[in-house]
């Protein structure tokens, strides 16, 4: 079973070891920088926090595979993944997508949704884990938070308070607007930046990883000149991509 005595040990040496958002110094692969130099990482060659860009890639493409089909308009797709497992490659925990049209419910985005979705697994009386709900709480400082776009605000603040072990994205917030999308301009660094009071757990951050699988998703929406993601087309010119 994922969750093991030892892994519940493992909430306070990971806590220390991860990056300090607290103070006004991070990370950058192991050399501090001060917080207004740094940058989102996408460098193919990084190997952060000990895990390979290779498997990175992986779980940013199965956020890409946790949207309901291959082309839905808001392609904002999340996994919550454990890394701290004696799995290689870590351990999938859930997954959300984007469920606003769905719903009605105008917080859910994929990052929403998906931490609805591990607190509810994590929670379950007939689940795999059924934790307590402090207990449910603590375990998110041992996963990663992987989304194939940055957070809004929103997100980001909702995954600052969870405390997540890792938040990692694709597509930048810029790279959004530059597409069409309509967002709230303050970046995820901001919100981490500005995050300091906040006592626990911090959150490693690393932006723009697989980008140029991920702003693919994001291109065709307002531009009926772009092609269509894998797996759908546009029945008339200039018309919605859906899925074939």
Request: hydrophobic share 35%.
């Amino acid at each position: 079973m994922w969750l093991q005595p030892c892994f519940r040990a493992s909430f306070i040496s990971i806590s220390i070891s991860i990056l300090a958002i607290s103070h006004p110094v991070l990370s950058h692969g192991g050399h501090p920088l001060h917080s207004r130099d740094q940058t989102p990482i996408g460098d193919s060659t990084l190997s952060i926090n000990g895990i390979p860009f290779s498997t990175r890639a992986y779980w940013m493409r199965r956020a890409n595979l946790a949207l309901d089909h291959p082309c839905p308009f808001a392609a904002f797709g999340s996994v919550i993944v454990n890394h701290t497992s004696s799995s290689e490659l870590g351990d999938l925990i859930c997954e959300g997508h984007n469920s606003i049209s769905a719903t009605g419910n105008p917080t859910l985005h994929g990052e929403i949704a998906a931490i609805n979705n591990c607190t509810a697994l994590l929670t379950s009386p007939s689940g795999p884990y059924r934790l307590s709900p402090s207990a449910a709480q603590a375990a998110l400082s041992s996963l990663s938070l992987y989304t194939n776009a940055e957070s809004c605000p929103m997100c980001a603040s909702a995954i600052r308070w969870a405390g997540f072990r890792e938040y990692v994205y694709g597509s930048s917030i810029d790279t959004l607007i530059a597409r069409g999308w309509t967002q709230i301009r303050i970046s995820s660094l901001e919100v981490f930046r500005q995050s300091f009071d906040l006592s626990g757990a911090s959150t490693r951050l690393l932006g723009n990883v697989l980008a140029n699988e991920t702003d693919g998703y994001f291109a065709w929406q307002f531009d009926g000149g772009v092609e269509c993601p894998a797996g759908c087309e546009r029945r008339s010119e200039g018309g919605r991509c859906e899925a074939v």
